[in-house]
């Protein structure tokens, strides 16, 4: 019989693996357990249901008396696994929310065995030396003729354009405005707010994408009647919108911003949080020319690069463009020490303690090389392509646009908005599919909200599409919210 006693053993040291292998049998157990028991990309029922249903299966969640390890492990993750939204299902495709591969959570429990943290050498020695090495090698993936370049690994795209806006208003003169298109990532916005600077200003994308004129345009504006001269300006492009998968036109965008750097202090960052991966892929890397060229690149390895969360990076051409981030704190990087030779990790991010987020993705990209992992954007590009296809062979659907990378926008054809929210909205209820929204231009030009599947599974099959598309279908548009919610049991089958 289990004791709570034996909960409390480490998991580190040449013993750790001998307490952890009996704990991940009961971990992988429940795992395959509660997907059996929600069997669909999510619970059916809705919020209410779920808490309910979390309640009852795990009780107080602040326990005085432990019960030890097995029941802890069983309880909890067989609760979570229940509920969740999975996205190894095919028909959860909502967000840029990616089945992790099982290579990469492997690596990332050695990660969490280990436990180095990378604000200091003395507690990450090999772990900072590989963090050191592959960030600057994936840098150069990205920019190739940069003279050094160099990346930071990041919680993710949110961190990433922060960071990057922080840069700039670093390496730039003072008063640093930002402009994005209306199709930039909120986290843009956000990054403008947390870090002093006026809102950014905002070129409109009525088609989506950054019309490289508007950003022309918003380059040559007059200054500022108070201002001896043009202040200067952060370029934001995307590569990969959130709510299509459109990619600015980046080797115009970044010609502009060139010839302007002349006259006035301009930098450009480029969001590639959701196409940067394409790089890797000989089919699809055309669609990103001109993303070398930016000052810094937004890139996410927990969308097109199956990482478990957070696998952010943000690189840059040139690692000199990294120093505004040094900082000094005795008990980490006394100047002796550095002196003396040992590395200083504190400039490489925001945060002090960190995880080595880097393990996973040598882990992933040692298994399947670069080319596999190609292999893998290309496949999941290509389901994207046959979902966009089968929607436009379907005569009561409207596809938006065929998908520059996963992205696959469509609509009962000539449903209302609240048809299509609703839609969307009693799928998840039911636990059937998990679809996202838009809004984008509509068949008739104006805006309407569209139906967004984001396919980021490789391995999604014909069939699953096809059955994704008849689960939109078969939803009555006239009583596509009223009728009573249909519970599964996990005898159903799914349709
Ligand atoms: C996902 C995404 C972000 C935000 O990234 P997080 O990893 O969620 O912080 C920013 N920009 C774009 C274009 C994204 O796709």
Redesign the pocket.
């Known amino acids: 019989m289990p004791t709570p006693a034996d909960a409390a053993r480490l998991a580190g040291a040449a013993a750790g693996p001998r307490a952890l292998r009996p704990l991940l049998d009961t971990v992988l157990a429940a795992l395959a357990e509660g997907a059996a028991a929600r069997c669909g990309p999510l619970p059916a029922g809705g919020p209410d249901a779920v808490t309910r249903r979390l309640t009852e299966l795990i009780g107080p969640t602040l326990p005085t008396h432990g019960t030890g390890p097995h029941d802890a492990l069983r309880t909890l993750v067989t609760a979570l696994a229940e509920g969740a939204a999975d996205p190894a299902d095919p028909h959860c495709a909502a967000h840029?929310h990616a089945p992790p591969l099982a290579v990469a959570v492997a690596a990332d429990l050695a990660a969490a065995a280990l436990n180095p943290s990378m604000d200091s050498w003395d507690q990450a020695p090999a772990a900072s030396a590989l963090e050191h090495r592959l960030a600057r090698d994936l840098a150069r993936l990205v920019h190739p003729r940069g003279p050094a370049p160099d990346a930071l690994v990041t919680?993710?795209?949110?961190?990433?354009?922060l960071i990057a806006a922080l840069l700039a208003r670093e390496n730039l003169p003072p008063h640093l405005t930002l402009i994005c298109g209306a199709n930039a990532?909120h986290?843009v916005h956000r990054a403008a707010w947390l870090l002093g600077l006026p809102a950014p200003t905002v070129l409109p994308t009525p088609r989506g994408l950054l019309d490289p004129a508007a950003v022309h345009h918003a380059l040559t504006t007059p200054r500022p009647p108070h201002r001896p001269h043009a202040p200067p300006a952060l370029v934001v492009a995307?590569?990969?919108?959130?709510d299509s998968g459109a990619i600015d036109p980046l080797r115009p965008i970044a010609d502009i911003v060139a010839a302007h750097r002349a006259h006035r202090p301009t930098a450009l960052h480029v969001?590639?949080?959701?196409g940067g991966p394409l790089l890797l892929s000989p089919t699809h890397r055309a669609k990103l020319t001109g993303l070398d060229r930016a000052d810094t690149v937004?890139l996410?390895l927990?969308?097109l690069g199956w990482q478990p969360?957070?696998a952010?990076l943000l690189t840059t051409p040139d690692r000199a463009a990294l120093t505004p981030l040094a900082q000094r704190a005795d008990y980490l990087n006394a100047e002796d020490d550095t002196e003396a030779g040992l590395p200083d990790l504190l400039g490489r991010s925001l945060r002090t303690t960190r995880r080595p987020d880097i393990l996973k993705i040598a882990a992933t990209l040692r298994a399947l090389g670069t080319s596999g992992l190609a292999a893998l954007v290309d496949r999941t590009c290509r389901a994207a392509a046959d979902l966009a296809g089968l929607v436009a062979a379907e005569p009561r659907l409207t596809l938006h646009a065929p998908p520059t990378i996963s992205t696959v926008l469509f609509r009962p054809a000539g449903a209302t908005d609240q048809h299509v929210a609703a839609v969307r909205r009693r799928l998840l209820t039911e636990g059937r599919a998990v679809l996202g929204r838009a809004r984008a231009h509509g068949p008739d030009g104006r805006p309407a909200l569209w139906l967004k599947a984001t396919l980021l599974n490789p391995f999604a099959q014909p069939n699953d599409l096809a059955a994704l598309v008849k689960l939109v279908l078969d939803q009555d548009p006239e009583h596509a919210d009223d009728r009573p919610p249909h519970r599964r049991s996990p005898q159903d089958t799914r349709p």
Do not use: Q
């Open positions: 840029l919680t993710g795209g949110t961190e990433s354009n990532h986290s995307t590569a990969g919108t959130t969001d590639a949080a959701y937004t996410d927990h969308k969360v957070a952010g």
